[in-house]
C-alpha cells in the first residue's frame, strides 16, 4: 500500500535515542489496575475534542528489534508505517534485543519502554511480543507482561493498547513462540486492549528478510505494515 508521507519528517525524527529514553525513564507512574479504556483511536472521538478541528493523534511504539527496524531506514519500520497510514504522530521505543523479560542492547526492558511511553501520554499504544523473551519461564513471562500492561493502563486510562503478536523469521517458528503470543495476549486483553494477531508471514519467505534470516526488510516491512494497518483498521470499525 502506497500511504501519503505527510509526517515522514516527524515520524523519522521520533525514533528515539538511548538518551532521550533513559530521560523519558523518570517519574514514571505507579502499577494498579484501571478501567477499559474510554477514548476512540481518532482525535475526533477524544472527549473535548472538537470534530471540525481534531488535534493530532499521539501514538508510541514499544518493541524489540523488528520495531525500530533493524537494517532497514528508520522510517521503513513498521509501527512508523502504521502511523504513517493514519496520521498519528508516532514515537518509537522499541530496542533492539529487548523483552518482557530481557534487556535490549541499551539495557531497556519492555517494562522500561513503558516508562517512556506513559511520559508521553499518548492516545494510542502498540505493543508487540517478542521472540526475545523465548527462553523465559512462562510464569515469569506472564507475570512481568501482566505487571507492565496494568501499570501502562493505570497511568494512561483512556489510551488504546493494541499488542501486535511476536515474529520469528523465515524460518518454522518453535512451539514457543505459540505460548509467547497467547500470554502477551492474555495482558494486553486483561486491561481492555486490542489483540492483532499476524502469525507468521515470514514464514518460507527468504526473500523478505535479511541474511540474518530475522529481521524484515523494506519490502517486508512495508508488507508487515499493511496487515497491521488493515487489521487495525478493521478493529476501528467493530460495533
Known amino acids: 500500500m502506497t500511504t501519503r508521507r505527510s509526517a515522514r519528517g516527524l515520524l523519522a525524527t521520533a525514533v528515539i535515542s538511548a538518551a532521550v529514553l533513559a530521560t523519558a525513564l523518570t517519574g514514571c507512574a505507579a502499577a494498579g489496575q484501571a478501567a477499559p479504556p474510554t477514548a476512540g483511536i481518532a482525535a475526533a472521538d477524544r472527549p473535548g475534542t472538537a470534530a471540525e478541528t481534531p488535534a493530532p493523534v499521539t501514538a508510541v511504539a514499544i518493541g524489540d528489534s523488528i520495531a525500530i527496524g533493524n537494517g532497514v531506514p528508520a522510517d521503513d519500520a513498521w ?39 506513559i511520559r508521553v501520554h499518548p492516545d494510542v499504544v502498540l505493543i508487540g511480543g517478542t521472540r526475545n523473551d523465548l527462553f523465559a519461564p512462562t510464569s515469569t513471562l506472564e507475570a512481568a507482561a501482566t505487571a507492565a500492561l496494568e501499570r501502562l493502563r493505570a497511568a494512561l486510562p483512556h489510551a488504546r493498547i493494541i499488542g501486535i503478536g511476536p515474529l520469528w ?44 534470516r530475522i529481521h524484515p526488510t523494506v519490502t517486508g516491512q512495508r508488507m508487515l505494515a499493511e496487515g497491521i494497518s488493515n487489521r487495525i483498521r478493521a478493529l476501528l470499525f467493530q460495533r
Not at 84 to 112: K, P, Q, R
Not at 177 to 183: G, P, Q, S
Open 79 to 117: 509501527p512508523l508505517l502504521v502511523a504513517d497510514h493514519f496520521d498519528w504522530t508516532l514515537s518509537d521505543f522499541a530496542e533492539s534485543a529487548a523483552g518482557f523479560t530481557v534487556e535490549g542492547l541499551n539495557t531497556h526492558t519492555f517494562d522500561d519502554q513503558v516508562s517512556a511511553a
Open 169 to 212: 523469521g523465515s524460518d518454522p517458528a518453535p512451539a514457543q513462540i505459540a505460548v509467547i503470543d497467547n500470554t502477551v495476549k492474555a495482558a494486553v486483553l486483561g486491561v481492555g486492549g486490542s489483540w492483532v494477531e499476524v502469525g507468521q508471514p515470514f514464514a518460507g519467505r527468504p526473500d523478505l528478510v535479511q541474511k540474518d
